[in-house]
C-alpha cells in the first residue's frame, strides 16, 4: 500500500527566508509524486510533479521538488518565502493507476 | 479551461437527510476523482470514474454514499441518512489520462455539515 508521510506538522519561517517542506513517501514501484498547495476552504492547487527523468522539478510560484529515490523524499523547497505563500501544503503519491495517496500536510505561517 | 467546478460550495443538512453533490471536470478530462477531506487531514479518495465507468470504490465509502458519471461528464455524489461523522470538505478532481501518467486538478470543494 502507498502512504506519505509529512513530518513537520507546522513550520513558520519569516519572510524572505528560505523553505524546505519534508515529504516522505512508501510506494513499491516507481511512484508519481506531487505538490499541492491549500488556502482556506479552498481547493488544492498543484504546485509540481515528478514522474521521471530530471529528479530536480520546477514549479509554480518559485518552487522546486527533489525526488531522491534512496531516502524515499520528495522535499519542497522555496529560496525566498513571501506572505503570499502561507497556506497548507501536501504532498501526494499516486500509481499509474491515478488514484492519490496524501499526506497529512503541514501548515506554513510567514513571519514579516 | 474553465477548470473544475463543485456545487454546491456549502451544504448545511439536518441528520438524516439526503444530501447530493455536482462536480464538472475540465472540459475532454476523461478521469474524475471524489475525495474526503476532514479538519487537519489530506484529502482521502473515495472513487474515481474513467468516462462513464466507475473504476475503483474505497472501503471509506458506505452503502450510503453512491456516486455517478452517466455520460462521461459531469459527476454526482449523493450521501443517503446523513450522519455528523459525514461533515468534510468534498474535493472533485479531474485529469486526462496519457499513457501511465495522470496529473488531477482539484475544484474548490463542497463543505458539508451535518447538524
Known amino acids: 500500500a502507498q502512504s506519505v508521510t509529512q513530518p513537520d506538522i507546522h513550520i513558520t519561517v519569516s519572510e524572505g527566508a528560505s523553505l524546505e517542506l519534508r515529504c516522505n513517501y512508501s510506494?513499491?514501484?516507481?511512484?508519481?509524486l506531487f505538490w499541492y498547495v491549500q488556502s482556506p476552504g479552498q481547493g488544492l492547487q498543484l504546485l509540481l510533479k515528478?514522474?521521471?527523468?530530471?529528479?530536480l522539478v520546477q514549479g509554480i510560484k518559485g518552487f522546486e521538488a527533489e525526488f531522491k529515490r534512496s531516502q524515499s523524499s520528495f522535499n519542497l523547497r522555496k529560496p525566498s518565502v513571501h506572505w503570499s505563500d502561507a497556506a497548507e501544503y501536501f504532498c501526494?503519491?499516486?500509481?499509474?493507476?491515478?488514484?492519490?495517496?496524501f499526506g497529512d500536510g503541514t501548515t506554513l505561517t510567514v513571519k514579516p | 479551461d474553465t477548470g473544475v467546478s463543485q456545487d454546491p460550495r456549502h451544504k448545511i443538512t439536518k441528520r438524516g437527510q439526503n444530501v447530493t453533490f455536482r462536480c464538472d471536470p475540465i472540459?475532454?478530462?476523461?478521469?474524475l476523482y471524489w475525495y474526503r477531506q476532514t479538519l487537519g487531514q489530506g484529502p482521502e479518495f473515495l472513487t474515481y470514474?474513467?468516462?462513464?465507468?466507475?473504476?475503483?470504490k474505497s472501503r471509506l465509502l458506505s452503502d450510503r454514499f453512491s456516486a455517478e458519471r452517466p455520460k462521461g461528464s459531469f459527476s454526482t455524489l449523493e450521501i443517503q441518512r446523513t450522519e455528523q461523522g459525514d461533515s468534510a470538505m468534498y474535493l472533485c478532481?479531474?485529469?486526462?489520462?496519457?499513457?501511465?501518467?495522470?496529473?488531477?486538478?482539484f475544484g474548490p470543494g463542497t463543505r458539508l455539515t451535518v447538524l
Open positions: 478532481a479531474s485529469s486526462l489520462i496519457l499513457g501511465s501518467t495522470d496529473t488531477q486538478y
Open positions: 510506494y513499491g514501484a516507481t511512484p508519481y
Open positions: 515528478y514522474f521521471s527523468g530530471d529528479t
Open positions: 501526494a503519491v499516486s500509481s499509474n493507476a491515478g488514484k492519490s495517496t
Open positions: 472540459s475532454e478530462h476523461n478521469r
Open positions: 470514474f474513467q468516462n462513464e465507468a466507475q473504476l475503483e
